[in-house]
């Protein structure tokens, strides 16, 4: 199982990521562990400076704008 962070403060592309991550797992039958992230001091600590960020596994992948559906694809491993 995948652990994954979604780091932003709640605005919409924050929530769009999350919910994209969210589809694609369901739709590959892949089992996640989906977390949002929302105090900046801890996503700070990851190092990110543009939100939305995703971290898999304790790693960022991610920072800044709205991932592609084929780049979800490619974390989750499909």
């Known amino acids: 199982m995948k ?3 979604v780091l932003g403060t709640g605005c ?3 929530k ?3 919910k994209q991550i969210e589809e694609a ?3 590959k039958g892949i089992e996640v ?3 949002k992230v929302e105090d900046m001091a801890a996503i700070l ?3 990110v400076m543009s939100t939305p960020g995703v971290v898999i596994d304790g790693k ?3 920072a800044g704008g709205v991932p592609s559906k084929a780049k979800i694809d490619e974390w ?3």
Request: charged share 15%; with cysteine; proline share 0%.
């Open 3 to 5: 652990d994954i962070k």
């Open 12 to 14: 919409a592309n924050c």
């Open 16 to 18: 769009t990521t999350l």
């Open 25 to 27: 797992a369901a739709a």
């Open 33 to 35: 562990k989906l977390e």
């Open 45 to 47: 600590g990851y190092g």
């Open 60 to 62: 960022v992948v991610h």
């Open 76 to 78: 989750l491993g499909a």
